[in-house]
């Protein structure tokens, strides 16, 4: 069955226009998903984390983010060219996408940085999930020629602890992701990303190639760099 929109005309008249299912499902499609990796893209993954993150909040349930980024993304680029880099891209996301589960959120982020969104999933599932991925990508033949890792950043958002506001947005917030966009609402989306991102600095900070949990982390000494290094650009 078509689906009818009524608009108003300029004569004041009500028009109708058919819009068949084919044009409905592509425009659906145009503004949901990310065209180069075929993964969401970032705008409708933020309605879906506001979303578990409500039902999170609502029934108990534990919710995971794992923040994806590729290790030295822009030499692939420069020696390589964008097009190879294109490649890397969509490789990467077939890989994240092949090996999640169905209930599972994937989105790309930014320019290099994916996102998987686990529902009732534990910091510890998430961990071994993000691992997993990051051991296929290494060893992809394709990935393999370019020497391609990725660093990974994982949080939990349940059970809630309230965190505090200087510490999780001021002392790190010009080191979140590029490309990230406009800031997120919600008080409680902020902190999910605010772990996750920690985490992601502090694997790469710590080598590259590597997971993070946020519970996992040595927070203290870490926010004690990075303040540190805030303050010797000011």
Not at 97 to 124: Q, W
Not at 212 to 228: M, Q
């Amino acid at each position: 069955m078509d689906w009818l929109k009524k608009i108003i005309g300029k004569n004041g008249n009500k028009k109708e226009i058919t819009l068949d299912a084919q044009k409905i499902a592509k425009l659906y499609y145009l503004a949901t998903v990310d065209t180069k990796t075929q993964l969401y893209n970032y705008r409708y993954f933020l309605s879906e984390l506001k979303h578990e993150i409500a039902i999170s909040e609502r029934y108990g349930r534990t919710l995971s983010l794992a923040l994806i980024d590729i290790d030295d993304f822009k030499k692939i680029n420069d020696t390589y060219g964008y097009l190879r880099g294109d490649e890397v891209l969509q490789m990467i996301a077939t890989i994240i996408k092949s090996n999640i589960r169905e209930t599972d959120i994937a989105a790309r982020f930014g320019g290099e940085e994916f996102v998987v969104l686990m529902p009732e999933t534990s910091e510890e599932e998430a961990e071994k999930l993000a691992n997993r991925l990051r051991e296929l990508i290494m060893a992809d033949q394709f990935l393999s020629k370019y020497h391609i890792t990725v660093s990974i950043g994982v949080a939990q958002n349940f059970p809630v602890k309230k965190e505090t506001p200087i510490e999780t947005k001021s002392l790190y917030a010009r080191f979140m992701p590029r490309n990230q966009g406009k800031e997120i609402d919600k008080e409680k989306e902020e902190t999910l990303f605010d772990k996750a991102n920690l985490a992601l600095r502090y694997a790469k900070e710590h080598g590259k190639n590597l997971v993070a949990s946020y519970s996992k982390i040595s927070k203290v000494s870490f926010l004690a760099n990075i303040k540190k290094t805030i303050e010797e650009s000011n």
